[in-house]
């Protein structure tokens, strides 16, 4: 496993001065261990319990600055959209798939649903590739009987030739795993438990994303982080010694970064895993990423610049929740969308470090399941899933 390092203020390479350097050495003489990081390495100095998720006063400062010229923050989120924003349109309803269908989770490419009957329940991946949209589209099934205990948690894709194109994590019978199929471009084939699929210990789990560039395809995240190779599993974020839970993770470069509740900002790579938490952020509850910069959005609504720490935050959402959060880049869309606690949709266009012209859609759903988004050639692409019906676009702008 790889040696970590902590910094407790964030990840930001350089830029952070509570960061232990890649020798073990801190800025300071002394030597530090990663605090609820899988590490090799014995703490030879460890933290008592008042100094774990400190975060560096002045950083804390850097971000109650008054937005600059460079740093320009949008009005918040208006009432209306001044420029009127088509409302998502529907993609695909849970009725087309059946009776009594319900989905449960989603990402860029794939619906995860589940069916009950009196006499079984089925657990249902549907590619939603625009294609697959168009023709009708391929399916894995899973089918169950219907006293067994059921959670469907997560679906993610994967490219790795070792496991199936599509996972989904369920847990059935309180026995937690990964399952996988080969859709195909039509017809239906069974949803199989994957080699070596069942993670160790990991606490809850909240969602699943895959590594496309990086060593680790599979990762689930929640209580801790545990990723998956396609034969073995390790977890590298432990979350002990009071760690909080993750609540949304991305791909940054050849590694991830990933947030979660009292400011945890975890990343991955260059040159080991990091992490910190404390002051400097509220909860975050998703990340988003643009090439090697990534944008923090807390519960509370602000927008943290957080690849570029003396950037100031935006207050983007006032008097209500951010509950999801997704991003994409492209000439056709607003660039950030988001839904509130209470299920209204928000939009907003500019780079992390130029953010304009958020407002609602007036499109308001109050049984949200997930968010997703992708980019298509030059065309960006959000999705919004609830438990009936998938809203989104598809389009693709090829050069």
Not at 150 to 160: R, W
Not at 166 to 181: E, H, I, N, T
Not at 381 to 393: C, I, M
Request: charged share 20%; aromatic share 8%.
């Amino acid at each position: 496993m790889k040696t970590v390092s902590l910094c407790v203020a964030g990840m930001v390479f350089g830029l952070c001065n509570g960061c232990v350097v890649p020798t073990g050495r801190t800025d300071k003489g002394g030597t530090e261990s990663g605090m609820g990081i899988g590490s090799d390495q014995e703490d030879t100095n460890p933290k008592t319990e008042s100094e774990i998720g400190t975060a560096d006063p002045s950083l804390q400062d850097t971000h109650s600055q008054v937005p600059s010229e460079e740093w320009p923050c949008p009005e918040p989120v208006a009432a209306t959209c001044t420029d009127p924003v088509s409302p998502l349109p529907v993609l695909l309803t849970a009725s087309e798939l059946g009776d009594n269908v319900v989905f449960a989770a989603l990402n860029e490419d794939t619906v995860l649903a589940v069916q009950h009957t009196e006499t079984e329940q089925t657990v249902i991946l549907r590619e939603i590739q625009w294609s697959a949209l168009e023709d009708g589209g391929g399916t894995a099934i899973l089918k169950l009987e219907p006293e067994v205990k059921l959670e469907t948690i997560a679906v993610t894709s994967s490219a790795l030739d070792e496991l199936p194109s599509r996972l989904a994590f369920l847990c059935v019978d309180d026995v937690c795993s990964l399952f996988g199929a080969d859709i195909p471009a039509q017809g239906t084939v069974e949803l199989n438990a994957v080699k070596n699929g069942t993670p160790p210990d990991i606490g809850k789990v909240v969602g699943m994303w895959t590594g496309r560039d990086g060593p680790d395809t599979v990762c689930l995240y929640g209580d801790k982080i545990s990723c998956f190779d396609g034969n073995a599993w390790r977890i590298p974020y432990t979350g002990d010694n009071g760690a909080p839970p993750v609540a949304d993770m991305k791909t940054l470069g050849f590694g991830i970064v990933a947030v979660g509740e009292r400011g945890l900002v975890v990343r991955d790579g260059f040159p080991a895993w990091t992490t910190g938490w404390g002051e400097v952020y509220p909860d975050l509850v998703s990340v988003a990423v643009r090439y090697d910069d990534y944008l923090g959005v807390s519960r509370d609504g602000r927008f943290y610049n957080i690849s570029k720490m003396w950037n100031p935050p935006c207050k983007i959402v006032v008097d209500e929740e951010v509950s999801q959060y997704t991003y994409t880049y492209g000439e056709n869309q607003p660039e950030h969308l988001g839904v509130t606690a209470s299920g209204k949709v928000f939009v907003g266009s500019g780079a992390f470090d130029r953010l304009n012209n958020f407002c609602f859609t007036g499109q308001q759903w109050d049984n949200v399941v997930g968010t997703a988004s992708y980019t298509c050639g030059l065309a960006g692409n959000h999705l919004v899933l609830t438990s009936d019906t998938l809203y989104g676009t598809i389009g693709c702008i090829i050069d």
